[in-house]
């Protein structure tokens, strides 16, 4: 059973910065992706970051120059640096880790249970 818990949410005002983390544990198993989504009320839930096991990262539009995604696979560790933060930018966030496991043909995703971010204005 793996389990994705991520930490480091919560309320900043605008400008601040905030780090998320998500920890992968409960198996053994190797990772390929790590990355975050958002949704806010009543809007559709959008990629935000995603940062493979080489290394290769892609945002959204609306983040890019703003926020960093890195991660440590040797500690099964992913990060969202989240610098100039816009009241736009309140959501839940989640984190979602991409393994692959020995003796089981494919990835799969597992997801986190989200943390909250608020950006006053």
């Known amino acids: 059973q793996v389990q994705v818990v991520e930490s480091g949410g919560g309320l900043v005002q605008a400008g601040g910065s905030l780090r998320l983390s998500c920890a992968a544990s409960g198996s053994t198993f190797s990772i390929n992706a790590i990355g975050w989504y958002r949704q806010a009320p009543g809007k559709q839930r959008e990629l935000v970051a995603g940062?493979?096991?080489?290394?290769?990262?892609n945002y959204a539009d609306s983040v890019k120059g703003r926020f960093t995604v890195s991660s440590d696979i040797a500690k099964n560790m992913g990060y969202l640096q989240m610098n100039s933060l816009k009241p736009e930018d309140t959501a839940v966030y989640s984190c979602?880790?991409?393994?692959?496991?020995?003796?089981?043909?494919?990835?799969?995703?597992?997801w986190g249970q989200g943390t909250q971010v608020t950006v006053s204005s």
């Open positions: 940062i493979s096991s080489g290394g290769s990262t």
């Open positions: 979602y880790v991409d393994l692959t496991f020995a003796l089981i043909i494919g990835i799969t995703r597992h």
